[in-house]
C-alpha cells in the first residue's frame, strides 16, 4: 500500500472516532439538560407501591410456601429498594418473583 493510502486511512479512522465522541458528548450533555425522562415518568415507573404484596422467590426461602414468603410493602425507598411489613432489611427487586 502507497503511504498517501496509508495517510487517508488513517485520517478517516481518526475523523471517524472523533464524530463518535462528539456524538456521545451531546447526547450526554442532552440527557443532562432535562430532555429525557422526567422526574413524573420515573415516578409512574417503579416496581412496587406502599401496600402492595410481594413473594420472595423460592431460591431465597426454600421449604416454604407461597403464603409464608408473601409480605406487604411498607415503604418505597429512593434507591428503587422496599422495606416490608415483618422482615427486617431492605430489599430490592431481584429478590422478589415477578408480578402476575
Do not use: C, Y
Amino acid at each position: 500500500m502507497k503511504r498517501r493510502t496509508k495517510r487517508l486511512i488513517g485520517t478517516l479512522a481518526l475523523a471517524a472516532g472523533t464524530l463518535g465522541a462528539a456524538g456521545a458528548f451531546l447526547m450526554k450533555k442532552k440527557k443532562k439538560s432535562g430532555q429525557g425522562r422526567t422526574r413524573r415518568d420515573t415516578a409512574l415507573d417503579v416496581w412496587a407501591r406502599p401496600g402492595m404484596n410481594v413473594t420472595f422467590r423460592a431460591e431465597l426461602m426454600p421449604s416454604r410456601e407461597t403464603s409464608e414468603r408473601t409480605f406487604r410493602v411498607a415503604q418505597l425507598l429512593p434507591s428503587g429498594r422496599v422495606t416490608l411489613e415483618g422482615v427486617a432489611g431492605e430489599h430490592n427487586q431481584k429478590e422478589f418473583e415477578p408480578h402476575r
